[in-house]
């Protein structure tokens, strides 16, 4: 069973938003418990981290999405959310969710992206 599964991707003009969810596999591992990441992979780069929220809802941005990204949590759902506003083309990737340390199996991702 795959870990994660990541949903919300699409085509948007820059300037717009969309909205990823990344649906955790309950049988994994404690979702709650747990520190989960969105990462971003573009043609022809290596695989970036996005942003991170912690068991305790604390956030953490990379320097190119801080203020126009939002990641959130529901534990209840098992699932984490990536707001994204402001979309720029360079934002234009496929997006994954994962945890930061004790890596599991990546998904499909979702792909996102920004036309100009």
């Known amino acids: 069973q795959v870990p994660f599964v990541e949903s919300g991707g699409g085509l948007v003009q820059a300037g717009g938003s969309l909205r990823l969810s990344c649906v955790a596999s309950?049988?994994?591992?404690?979702?709650?418990?747990?520190?989960i990441g969105w990462y971003r992979q573009a043609p022809g780069k290596q695989r970036e981290w996005v942003a991170s929220i912690s068991s305790y809802s604390t956030t953490g941005y990379a320097a190119s999405v801080k203020g126009r990204f939002t990641i959130s949590r529901d534990n209840a759902k098992n699932t984490v959310y990536l707001q994204m506003n402001s979309l720029k083309p360079d934002d234009t990737a496929v997006y994954y969710c994962?945890?930061?340390?004790?890596?599991?199996?990546w998904g499909q991702g979702t792909q996102v992206t920004v036309s100009s």
């Open positions: 309950g049988s994994t591992f404690t979702f709650s418990s747990n520190t």
């Open positions: 994962n945890r930061p340390t004790a890596t599991l199996s």
